[in-house]
């Protein structure tokens, strides 16, 4: 049984102050008018298996948001961390309710707010990487093709080639790499061994528990006893004390820097992050002068800028290279360069106790 993980806890914060913490990136329609990020990751994942099948990894505050916009899902599949503590802990929690079902079921995990152009190469993908995992106590990776030095993704070196099948490589994992400067993803491009970390993984939820207790013992420790009261009347308390004991570590540094047995296979399926603002130029159609524009703008001798308004006439003279966002409450307007930036306004208007803007 293949059960898919989708992971939508997170605040989407350099889409401030489109993303908020009440209605995060996820759910917002960013690349498509009638359907959310979410929707589509859901609507694409469910050509290889069944709604039933689907689990998604939330918080608390959007459960409501989540089960309306994805009725198809069942409300048990949707399982809730009371508190931010990044990816291993989001996977270990599911992973148990995983293995309720199904413990030898193979876990596809998935970032919720990933564009896919060519789905059914994506889907063709996800089949190699199943039957890798199925193999063994073996970890899968996707990895995507670079096509320029990007400085903003994570990268994987390969190695030696593990296995074929149909069209389609898998090769053995070397090291992951952090986001590197700019001279360092030259050298990757260059060496042609290294793939952008798409942060898509693949194992049987057996083989994940399994790392867990190995590499991260305190973590595995705190799901055993999560998992003793899941079901029980102590459910929610036992979880909110053991996740607060969590540290919080990333599914890359806690498990994949650590384990042997780790594959990658190479994706070309038209992969996109949308990670901030400016990457809304790579998926959405552009004007004569480079513009992206979502709303009523007028412009003079303005090119290669980013507006999103929300009403108002948005109106300009002279830019290059800005984004302008108008929201009810707040507006952002930023050097595209420096788009990434974004985080730290939020960390700004929290310390300031603008909390109701974020």
């Known amino acids: 049984m293949i059960t898919p993980l989708i992971m939508a806890g997170g605040v989407g914060s350099r889409f401030w102050p489109l993303s908020r913490k009440h209605r995060p ?15 589509h990751t859901v609507d694409r994942i469910s050509k290889l298996t069944d709604h039933d099948n689907i689990f998604i990894a939330t918080n608390e505050e959007y459960v409501k948001e989540m089960n309306e916009q994805l009725p198809e899902v069942p409300l048990e599949n949707i399982t809730t961390e ?3 503590k990044n990816t291993a802990a989001c996977i270990g929690l599911a992973a148990l309710h995983m293995a309720k079902k199904d ?3 193979v876990m596809v995990v998935l970032p ?3 564009l896919i152009l060519d789905e059914d190469r994506f889907i063709e993908t996800i089949e190699v990487a199943v039957k890798i995992a199925q193999k063994g106590e073996n970890l899968v990776t996707l990895g995507i093709e670079p096509t320029h030095p990007e400085t903003g ?13 149909e069209d389609h490589e898998v090769f053995e994992v070397k090291a992951f790499t952090e986001k590197p400067n700019k001279e360092t993803a030259c050298e990757f491009l260059e060496l042609g061994t290294y793939l952008w970390n798409s942060g898509m993984f693949i194992w049987k939820v ?18 055993k006893k999560i998992d003793q009261a899941l079901g029980t009347k102590n459910e929610s308390e036992v979880l909110q004390e053991e996740f607060e004991k969590f540290d919080s570590i990333s599914i890359d540094y806690g498990i994949m820097e650590k384990s042997e047995n780790i594959y990658v296979v190479p994706g070309d399926f038209g992969w996109d992050d949308i990670g901030s603002w400016p990457s809304l130029e790579r998926v959405r159609k552009q004007d ?5 524009i979502s709303g009523h703008h007028i412009g003079i001798d303005t090119k290669n800028t980013i507006v999103h308004g ?8 002279g830019l290059d290279d800005v984004v302008i966002v108008d929201t009810e409450d707040a507006i952002l307007i930023c050097d595209k360069k420096r788009a990434q930036e974004v985080k730290k306004i939020r960390n700004l208007l929290a310390s300031n106790g603008l909390d109701k803007c974020l």
Do not use: C, W
């Open 288 to 292: 004569k002068h480079g513009n992206v």
């Open 103 to 105: 413990p030898e079921a």
């Open 153 to 165: 993704y994570g990268y994987i070196n390969y190695k030696d080639k593990y296995d074929a099948v």
């Open 310 to 317: 929300n009403g108002k006439i948005i109106t300009t003279v």
């Open 112 to 114: 919720a707010d990933h």
């Open 25 to 39: 990136k996820q759910f917002l329609n960013l690349v498509d008018k009638n359907r959310s990020m979410i929707q």
């Open 206 to 223: 057996s083989t994940i528990l399994n790392k867990f207790k190995k590499h991260m013992p305190k973590l595995y420790d705190g799901l």
């Open 82 to 84: 009371p508190m931010r």
